[in-house]
Every structure is written in C-alpha cells, then in structure tokens.
C-alpha cells in the first residue's frame, strides 16, 4: 500500500534522509572500524553496539527512500470552515461521554499519545470534510461503531511535529 503524504512530510524525509547519509552513516561506519581495531570480535561489545547503530541507520535510510519513492502526494488545504488535513478537531466522544481534541494528520505522523489521529483511521477518514455541529458516526468494524459531533475546528497553517523515528 502507498502512504499518502503531503509535500511537507516528504521535505521532511528528505531533509532526515541527507543527514542520516552525510552525517550518521560516515560516524557509524568509523565507529564499527575503531571497534574492529580493539581486538577479538567474538567478545567485542564495542563492535557489536556499533555495527548494531550501523545497521539501524542503513534500515532507516532504505525505509525513508522507499517512503518517498513510492508515497502519493496530497494536499493538505480545506475550506476554512471543514475539517482537513493538519486541523485539529476538539469532539465530543460518544462512547465515553468526554470530549477530546485530535489532530488529524499522514499516518507517518499519528501519534495517539499526542492525540494525533492518522487519516487512514476509522475516525480521522470519518471526520475529514465535516464542519463544526457535525454528527459524524465512525465505523470501527462490522459489529463495532459510535457518534461524535464536532464542537470546534482549530485551523493549522504548518506542520510543526517532526516525523517519528526509532
């Protein structure tokens, strides 16, 4: 499946994607070479740390490459009056009776310690489109689904969270 990603997301991965090349993998590499040095590799924790930190970063930069190689541009602009990409949202659950405020934002950015909802989850495609007042019913599953209604639409102008690494 191919993510869907705004513009600012791939800018992003490819700003981390120079440093991991330019910076990271030069450090990393010379660090697995100072280690070799230090003797016997079978009991070289030096070495086995870092060619671990080497092997992470080379993962991370073969996952950022394909990321951007094969993501779907979308854009991140709404009415000022509906919910879009970037906005926050503060909704009144109706399965828990609270009210929560959500960003919705790519799934490379969800977050849902921060409250930040992908827009390939259940309520943030629910959600997308609808304005404040909005009764908006999100299906979890066949047997599973609840109401919300949208008490506010905060507008986002950028992105300000970086994307999660590991």
Do not use: C, W
């Not at 705004?6 to 030069?26: N, W």
């Not at 659950?93 to 799934?107: L, S, Y």
């Not at 977050?111 to 999100?138: M, T």
């Amino acid at each position: 499946m191919r993510d869907r990603l705004t513009r600012g997301d791939i800018e992003k991965m490819k700003k981390e994607l120079d440093y991991r090349k330019l910076e990271v993998r030069p450090k990393a590499i010379d660090d697995v070479k100072e280690a070799r040095a230090l003797g016997d590799l079978s009991e070289n924790f030096e070495y086995k740390a870092a060619k671990q930190f080497k092997n992470r970063n080379e993962s991370r930069i073969r996952y950022l490459e394909n990321m951007i190689k094969t993501a779907v541009i979308i854009e991140d602009e709404s009415n000022d009056f509906e919910i879009g990409l970037n906005d926050s949202v503060r909704v009144f659950m109706g399965n828990t009776g609270k009210e929560v405020t959500i960003k919705i934002v790519t799934t490379i950015r969800a977050n849902a310690l921060k409250n930040y909802i992908s827009i390939e989850s259940p309520v943030g495609k629910a959600l997308l489109g609808h304005v404040k007042g909005d009764e908006v019913n999100v299906k979890v599953s066949e047997s599973v689904s609840f109401t919300v209604r949208v008490l506010e639409i905060i507008k986002s102008d950028e992105e300000n969270e970086e994307i999660s690494t590991y």
